[in-house]
């Protein structure tokens, strides 16, 4: 009979057949989906997440591991109502106007999801009204905006001081991309910066706890 | 995993070329010929100086023509033994587990000696060497993943000079199972270090058939060969103990300015030791090498960090390759005299381009001040650049799942590669993993003390030299080395 305990390991393993079988069989047996999802699943990423800090795993293992466990909560998905679906919080993410590069944002995106936040990713080249307008529809608790032009990455005060003008200050904003430096995270105003995805995931956690 | 692969082939094709690793070519098949033709009509026109009496009588009986101390050999006999003399010599560890394989283009990298001063690892002084420094070094190589044999890296001055190579040999034959490449000053040295490994490995027999040292003898250069030289090499074949026969050459003054000319000479140098291992006991296992330097007319010094030393060392290499005769070379050494970016691109162009050659044994990895000076911590630099030398010589493989077309397919344009299977498969061993190269950001690498590489590698070797364990000999054989010691210490 599998226990939550293998589920966890299969998702550490990052065996997203094994994590997907063993949640259908939790399921099936009469196990809580909130449980199966907090300790089974989510556990196991936590694992990950730990042994990612101390070096002992890498992105690519995270990604293989985060896979298998949203492969899992794919399955107990429609058992659970969706306000009682466990977020660690929801981000909202973007690339600044002028601007076309994404792959660094995605890997944001991705690590957050890892991590149990839900992510809306409005794409590449938005205007600050765009990134206003996304965050009153969905209405995360973290906006993140990302740049690689020197060119683009004013536009981040923009959106920065639009946000604060319509009164969505008290979403927390923070900046990250190649010419972005904590320095200028604090010129245009932002709650935090970050120079990489794993950092960025770190910065979220704490500026939601 | 069905992304993986799109079709899986039932034709096999024919004729289709690979390149296992990257290929160094210098001297072709045809001009190795040519430098060989030479050497054989040296061997036989010119002949070569040969100082000791039973080798000139061994000579003389198989067909050379003696004058004298003159001999000249009949090019048969000088093909003869490069034929005959195994392509291949495996060296093996203490615990007579095959080891090193000398053979084909397998290249290992080890210390050096010669040097007369060391750094001190732990307060960076300049000094003379004594036998704990011969055992720092057994330790560190001990250590190290990509250092295969070990050397000296400098005669203790804290012993009786006649017994230094026994010191020598005991103290790195304690403080690793790997591979002992041993100089010996005569044939009374040489017995005492057989019998010392005698002791470790139980018989002769034994030891014959997985040997885990080497003699290494040195020739006197420019076709002289002295009495003792050749004494220790009818030693080293009579008691079937392979050994290298390496000549120093330094073109312009002991050499022909051209590093073909010095090719000739060296390789007519080696072969008068390869003929006379072969001719005492045919198969005898035979490595020759060749160090080569210029001079450096505005310091008027001989440098081992100048690229000539890795252009001739290239040719002898390719030279000794052509004849199938394994080969001994030199690499990671460097004229400078701290631990700077001069030291760092010397060591890293020589050991690069001595592995690209296909040099099987290199020795000479850590050598400051060109040569005069040993440093554990350059030799610990030296390691992390085998392993960078290992990555970019590797090669491509090009096959169905390394082509990747489903996986390609399946991310799909703009996508990542991050989460696939496939990535996970290769990641950990496809790239290569640094250990003491550093690629922290500034904001860490400040903060963990702004660190050069020199202070890193500094701090690598003292740990090792502080936590690591080498196997231990049993207490019945270190009595036994200590006997054989003090008996040779007397009677010398």
């Known amino acids: 009979m599998a226990t939550l305990e293998d589920l966890s390991k299969a998702v550490i393993s990052g065996n997203v057949a094994k994590a997907k079988k063993l949640t259908q069989e939790l399921v099936d047996a009469g196990v809580a989906p909130l449980d199966v999802i907090n300790q089974g699943l989510i556990a196991g990423m936590n694992v990950v997440g730990v042994r990612f800090k101390n070096g002992e795993m890498f992105v690519p293992e995270v990604m293989v591991a985060a896979k298998?466990?949203?492969?899992?909560?794919?399955?107990?998905?429609?058992?659970?109502?969706?306000?009682?679906?466990?977020?660690?919080?929801?981000?909202?993410?973007?690339?600044?106007?002028?601007?076309?590069?994404?792959?660094?944002?995605?890997?944001?995106?991705?690590?957050?999801?890892?991590r149990g936040f839900t992510v809306i990713d409005i794409g590449i080249d938005k205007s600050p009204e765009e990134f206003v307008n996304a965050i009153k529809e969905h209405q995360p608790q973290i906006m993140g905006m990302s740049a690689l032009l020197t060119t683009t990455m004013l536009h981040m005060k923009d959106t920065i001081e639009l946000m604060k003008e319509e009164g969505l200050g008290h979403v927390k904003a923070i900046v990250g991309g190649a010419p972005i430096s904590q320095d200028f995270a604090d010129e245009v105003g932002a709650d935090g910066y970050a120079p990489d995805a794993a950092s960025a995931v770190d910065l979220c956690k704490s500026l939601l706890s | 995993m069905e992304s993986m692969h799109t079709t899986r082939s039932n034709f096999t094709r024919a004729s289709f070329d690979v390149n296992q690793t990257i290929h160094w070519e210098m001297l072709s098949d045809d001009q190795c010929e040519e430098i060989f033709m030479t050497v054989l009509e040296l061997l036989e026109r010119t002949g070569v100086e040969v100082l000791n009496e039973e080798a000139r009588e061994v000579f003389e009986k198989a067909g050379c023509w003696v004058d004298g101390t003159r001999v000249r050999i009949p090019s048969a006999l000088a093909e003869w033994a490069a034929r005959t003399a195994p392509s291949r010599v495996t060296l093996c560890d203490r615990n007579g587990k095959r080891a090193v394989r000398l053979e084909t283009t397998y290249s290992y990298f080890g210390p050096g000696q010669g040097n007369f001063f060391v750094l001190d690892p732990h307060t960076g002084e300049r000094r003379k060497p004594v036998k704990d420094d011969v055992a720092a070094t057994a330790v560190v190589c001990d250590a190290l993943k990509n250092i295969d044999f070990v050397l000296s890296n400098g005669y203790p001055t804290d012993v009786k000079e006649a017994a230094a190579d026994l010191h020598v040999f005991e103290a790195l034959l304690t403080n690793t199972t790997k591979p002992i490449v041993q100089y010996v000053h005569s044939v009374k040295q040489a017995q005492a270090i057989l019998d010392m490994a005698v002791a470790v490995a139980g018989s002769l027999k034994e030891l014959n058939k997985n040997p885990f040292f080497v003699y290494l003898i040195d020739a006197d250069g420019t076709l002289v060969h002295s009495d003792e030289t050749l004494a220790k090499v009818i030693f080293a074949a009579k008691n079937g103990v392979p050994f290298i026969y390496h000549t120093k050459l330094v073109l312009g003054d002991t050499a022909p300015a051209t590093p073909a000319g010095a090719l000739v000479v060296a390789l007519a140098d080696v072969l008068v030791g390869v003929l006379l291992s072969q001719l005492i006991r045919q198969g005898t296992p035979v490595i020759a090498g060749g160090i080569f330097t210029i001079r450096d007319e505005e310091n008027n010094m001989?440098?081992?960090?100048?690229?000539?030393?890795?252009?001739v060392g290239t040719g002898m290499g390719n030279l000794l390759r052509y004849l199938r005769i394994p080969s001994f070379g030199f690499a990671g050494a460097s004229d400078s005299k701290i631990s700077d970016a001069q030291m760092g691109l010397e060591e890293a162009f020589s050991m690069l381009h001595m592995g690209l050659s296909g040099t099987n044994l290199i020795q000479g990895c850590g050598l400051l001040e060109y040569g005069l000076t040993g440093s554990l911590v350059m030799l610990v630099i030296g390691d992390e650049i085998v392993g960078m030398i290992r990555k970019i010589i590797k090669g491509i493989e090009v096959n169905e799942e390394r082509l990747a077309r489903g996986v390609i397919d399946a991310v799909q344009p703009g996508g990542t590669y991050l989460g696939e299977e496939h990535t996970l498969k290769y990641f950990r061993k496809e790239f290569w993993w640094p250990t003491i190269m550093s690629r922290a950001r500034i904001k860490d690498w400040t903060e963990a003390g702004s660190k050069s590489l020199g202070q890193r590698a500094t701090e690598k070797t003292q740990s090792i030299l502080q936590t690591h364990q080498p196997e231990k000999l049993a207490d019945d054989v270190l009595a036994k080395l200590r006997e054989i010691i003090e008996k040779a210490e007397a009677a010398l």
């Open chain 1, 68 to 114: 298998a466990m949203s492969q899992g909560i794919e399955l107990v998905k429609p058992l659970i109502a969706e306000t009682d679906m466990p977020s660690a919080g929801k981000v909202l993410l973007g690339t600044v106007k002028g601007d076309l590069h994404d792959i660094g944002k995605n890997l944001v995106g991705i690590m957050l999801e890892s």
């Open chain 2, 302 to 311: 001989l440098p081992w960090g100048a690229p000539e030393v890795s252009l």
